[in-house]
C-alpha cells in the first residue's frame, strides 16, 4: 500500500470523528456583524491549531476581531504554503425559515445543516482533518505551513491588511495559498476547478434632506430621500448595463479559451450554481448569454438592501427625513476598485446628487491564475486520481480578499478548488453534504503531494 493509499484509508476509518470535529466547530457562533461567539471561536481556532497539528499558534490582535495566526514546520520541506481561513459567518436571519437551528449542525439527509457549513467553517475543519490525517500517517507534512485565519471576511476583511504586513516576514515565504471549498455544484456533478474570483466594491448612500420625519401631508413642499436615492440609482443602471460614465473602459475581453470553457458548461454555470436557492427567475433566457454573463461582465449595480420610513403594520403617514442603501458591484479583469469607486463619486456629482453621503465599506480585487501553472496542474492531475474529470471555470462570480496575497509583495499562486457540494451560502439552511466530505479530505491530502512533485 503507498503512502497516499495509507492516508486516505486513516481518513476513512476516522472519519466519523473528522464529522463531530466539523459539527462541533459550527455550533459554536461567531457572527460579526453582532460579535456573537467571536471571541470563543477565535480560541477555539487557535486550539484546534495547536491540538490537531501541533501548530505554533496564536491569536493576532486588530482593531476589529482578531487574526488566528498559526505555523507548522515540517521536517523534510523547504517550501512553504499559507492556508488562508474565516471563522466568522453572515446573521442567521430570517430565523423561522431554517428547518433546523442553524447553530445545532444536526444532520439531516445527509446534509450538515449550519451557519458556516459551506461559508466556510466547515471546509476549514475539513482541511485541517486532512492535514492531521497526513500527519498521523507519516510523521510529517509535504511542506511547511503558515495559517492565517480572519474573523472579518463577512465585514470586507477591513484589518485583514494590516495583519498581512505585519505577518509579512512569514507570508513572503510562502509560494502559493489555499483555501479549499467543495466545488461540486450539484451532487454528481463534475467538480469545478477555479481559477479567479471577481472584486467586489460595497458602498452605501445616503440622503437626509430633514432633521427628521415630517407628516406627509408637507410631501407637496418637501424633498423626500427615498424617491432621491432612486433617481441616483436609476441614474448609475439601465436595465441590463451601468450607465456610469468609463465604467466598463478598463474590462478585459475574455479569451477564446475562457470563452469555449464558459459555452462548454453554460447550463451548469447558471442552472446548478442557483440550484440551491430555489431559484426560478433569470434575467435573461439564453443559458449561454447568461452564463457568459454571470462570469465575465461586472456585475450591476446591485441592491442589497434599503432602509427608511415606515414598513410596520398599519400606517404612518410621514415623509422620512432619511434613506439608506446598500449596493455592491462586481469587478472583473483588468478593474481596479479605486477607479470603480472614483467612477460612482463623479457621476453623482455630474447628475446632481453631491448631497448623497457615500461610505466605502469594503472593497477586493479581482484575482486569477493560469490553468498551465503548475498548481493548476497539480489540481486537475489530483481529481483525476480521485476519479473526477473536473469542469474548468475561469472565474467564480464570488470575491474573497485573496488579492492581498497574489499581489506584491507576496505574489502567491493560490487554489481553491475540491470535491464535495454544499449550498445556501448566507441563506437559511445553509448546509454541507456530509458524503462529499471524506473525498474533499482525501483530495487535499493527495493534492500536497502532487504540488509538492512539481
Known sequence: MSEIEKIHKYIDEHFEDHIKRIQEYLRQPSISQTGEGMKETA?????????????????????????????????????????????DTQPVEPLDEWTSPPFEANIVDDRIIARGALNSKGPFIATLNALQSVKEVTGDLPFNFVFGVEGEEEQASIHLPDWAKKRESELKRCE????????????GAPPALLLGLKGIVYMELECKTNPNDVHSSMANILPNPVWRLIWALNSMRGQDEVLIEGFYDTVEPPSPEDLELVDKYSELLVKAMTASYQVENYRGENLKAMARNLIFKPSPV????????????????????????????????KMTTDEVIDRVKNHLKKRGFEDLKMRVLGAYEWVKVSVRD??????????????????????????????????????????????????????????????GIKDFEKYIASFLYNYAET
Not at 386 to 410: E, H, I, N, Q
Open 176 to 187: 502559493a495559498m489555499g483555501m479549499w471549498i467543495p466545488s461540486q455544484a450539484i451532487p
Open 43 to 87: 480560541e477555539m481556532t487557535r486550539d484546534y491549531l495547536k491540538d490537531m497539528l501541533d501548530a505554533e499558534s496564536t491569536i493576532d490582535s486588530t482593531p476589529g476581531y482578531p487574526v488566528v495566526f498559526g505555523k507548522l514546520k515540517s521536517k523534510t520541506s523547504g517550501r512553504w504554503m499559507f492556508i488562508y481561513g474565516m471563522y
Open 374 to 435: 503548475k498548481i493548476s496542474q497539480a489540481a486537475i492531475k489530483t481529481f483525476k486520481d480521485l476519479g473526477y474529470d473536473p469542469v474548468v471555470m475561469p472565474m467564480l462570480p464570488g470575491s474573497a480578499p485573496f488579492y492581498l496575497f497574489t499581489k506584491p509583495p507576496f505574489n502567491m499562486k493560490f487554489i481553491m478548488s475540491s470535491p464535495g457540494h454544499g449550498g445556501r451560502v448566507h441563506a437559511p439552511n445553509e448546509y454541507l453534504m456530509v458524503d
Open 302 to 333: 446591485n441592491i442589497d438592501g434599503i432602509v427608511s420610513g415606515w414598513i410596520g403594520p398599519g400606517t404612518k403617514t410621514i415623509t422620512p427625513g432619511k434613506a439608506t442603501v446598500k449596493i455592491d458591484i462586481r469587478l472583473v479583469p
